[in-house]
Structures are given as C-alpha cells and as structure tokens.
C-alpha cells in the first residue's frame, strides 16, 4: 500500500469487524454504507459529560462523587493533555510504519493509578447495560485500542479499562432528567487489537472479500442485483 491508512477503532476496526467486504469497499473504493440519520443527543451528552468530569479534575477526590469507590485511581490531572488526547486532529495514535499505517482515536477520558493509565470511555443509552460480556464484544476493540495507543506513547497501561454507562430513570419538573451511572470494567489487550489491526490493513492489500452472508448492506445489494 503507498499511500498512507488511517483507521479509527469505530469507523474502521468496528467496520471490518462487521463485514470485511464493506470495510474493503470504504477504504479502497471510496464506497461507503448508506447512512441514516444520526441522533444528536448522544453527542450532546457526550459534550455535557465531559464538562462535568472536567470539574473534579486534579481535586482531592479527583472523581465524581458517583464513581467513588467504583473504579480504580482518579481522574488524569493534567486538563491540557486531556484536551489533547480528545481531539481527533491532537489525540493518541498508534502507527505501523512498515506498513504505513496508523489506528488513531480520541479518549473520553482516562484514570491514572500510581503511574498507570486506564482508558475511560462514557456510553449513553435508554436502557440499562447488559452484562460484561455484552459491553466487552461491542466496545472491547475501541478500549484495546486506547490502550494500544496509550502503549505505543510511552505510557504504563493497565489491563482493564471502564465503560461509564448514562441511562435514564425518570423525568423531573422543568424537564430534568435523573440519569442512572453504571460503571463496568472491561479487560483490555493490546496484542489483540495490534493483530485485528494487521489483519484489517491485509484484508485491504488483497481481493475484495466475498459477500458477507450476515451483512444486511451486502444482502441488500445482492438482492436488489436479483432484483434487476
């Protein structure tokens, strides 16, 4: 491959997870999934979230109250490397040069116990969480990868990192919305994600993968050709 890859955990590693084919399709043919419309209030939370976490930063507690006695170390102090590491332009990246090829990623946000980093991603849902395995074979490759990131820059990772699950349990007068915080702790790997990372940059020197028999935009499109 000559020119340079760029993938992110969700809309590359994620991508190839679900369907080879599709991934293929995106980076190679500048073909990409229908897209539907995209709820803004995820986002939004997201936005508030951090500024609230923002406000314990570097304090004596160091966490939101919440999360005290729930999750491992404090909040990473340093509010400009936070920053940093939350832009996509500015954040971790992990690059394989013999390939050349880099995973880049933005953090939500990251613990520090003793010298050891823990990624932290915030997730908002309308309904509870499911168990741990369920949390670990949806966002399991998004934390291996910050993990691999934190890694690959020098810094002392742990082998676990958190998910903060926001969902909602009722709506007050004024329209305040009380929201319930679950948080889970996930083991994380970066030999496995170093190894799907591999995997996906061979998947696009090679062939176009053959359809994806559980894809429903592979499925979609052969049954349209049929169709015609």
């Not at 995106?26 to 951090?50: A, T, W």
């Not at 490759?141 to 990131?149: I, V």
């Not at 998947?203 to 979609?220: D, E, K, N, V």
Request: charged share 25%; with cysteine.
């Amino acid at each position: 491959m000559k020119k340079p890859i760029r993938l992110s955990p969700t809309s590359g590693l994620n991508l190839y997870n679900e369907c080879p084919k599709c991934f293929w399709m995106q980076y190679n043919k500048g073909v990409h999934r229908p897209r539907g419309i995209f709820p803004s209030l995820p986002g939004g939370m997201d936005e508030v979230i951090k500024k609230y976490f923002d406000k314990f930063r570097g304090t004596k507690k160091g966490l939101p109250p919440e999360l005290v006695g729930k999750v491992e170390g404090k909040l990473v102090p340093d509010m400009k490397l936070m920053e940093k590491w939350r832009n996509w332009r500015t954040g971790l990246e992990y690059t394989d040069k013999k390939r050349n090829a880099t995973l880049f990623g933005a953090l939500d946000d990251c613990l520090l116990d003793g010298d050891t980093y823990i990624p932290l991603d915030y997730k908002t849902r309308g309904y509870p969480p499911g168990p741990t395995e369920e949390s670990q074979r949806y966002y399991g490759t998004q934390l291996d990868s910050y993990a691999l990131m934190l890694w690959a820059n020098g810094y002392k990772v742990s082998s676990s990192a958190y998910l903060v699950y926001y969902f909602p349990e009722e709506v007050g007068e004024n329209g305040v919305v009380k929201f319930h915080v679950e948080p889970k702790k996930l083991e994380v790997s970066p030999k496995r994600v170093k190894k799907l990372f591999e995997e996906a940059l061979n998947c696009l020197a090679g062939p176009m993968p053959a359809h994806h028999t559980s894809c429903i935009y592979c499925c979609w499109n052969a049954e349209l050709k049929e169709f015609d």
